[in-house]
Nanobody
Framework: QVQLVESGGGLVQPGGSLRLSCATS????????MAWYRRAPGKERELVAD???????NYVDSVKGRFTISRDNAKNTVDLQMNALKPDDTAVYFC??????????WGQGTQVTVSS
């Protein structure tokens, strides 16, 4: 059974930092793309950042220069370093993986709240 477990969310003041981590288990095929999505209150889910197996990254414009996605191919983990956080970053953040078999999986989400 495939499982994705996010950790690292919480409450942080504007300008602060958080590091999200996603651990996977039960995956027997190669992961192609790993990504972080978020869903803010009253908004659609959006892609925050993704990273291919060879390390190519993509970010939504609103987080460029503040967030960094990284992955460990040996451990099948993906992290999201979030700096200079803003209230608009408040959302539930989800880990997502796509396999070379084209199947994909979601984590359960972790809450990030940016507030003073």
């Amino acid at each position: 059974q495939v499982q994705l477990v996010e950790s690292g969310g919480g409450l942080v003041q504007p300008g602060g930092s958080l590091r999200l981590s996603c651990a996977t288990s039960g995956i027997i095929f190669t992961i192609s793309t790993m990504a972080w999505y978020r869903r803010a209150p009253g908004k659609e889910r959006e892609l925050v950042a993704d990273i291919t197996r060879d390390g190519s990254t993509n970010y939504v414009d609103s987080v460029k220069g503040r967030f960094t996605i990284s992955r460990d191919n040996a451990k099948n983990t993906v992290d999201l370093q979030m700096n200079a956080l803003k209230p608009d970053d408040t959302a539930v953040y989800f880990c997502h993986v796509s396999l070379i078999t084209l199947r994909n999986y979601w984590g359960q989400g972790t809450q990030v709240t940016v507030s003073s």
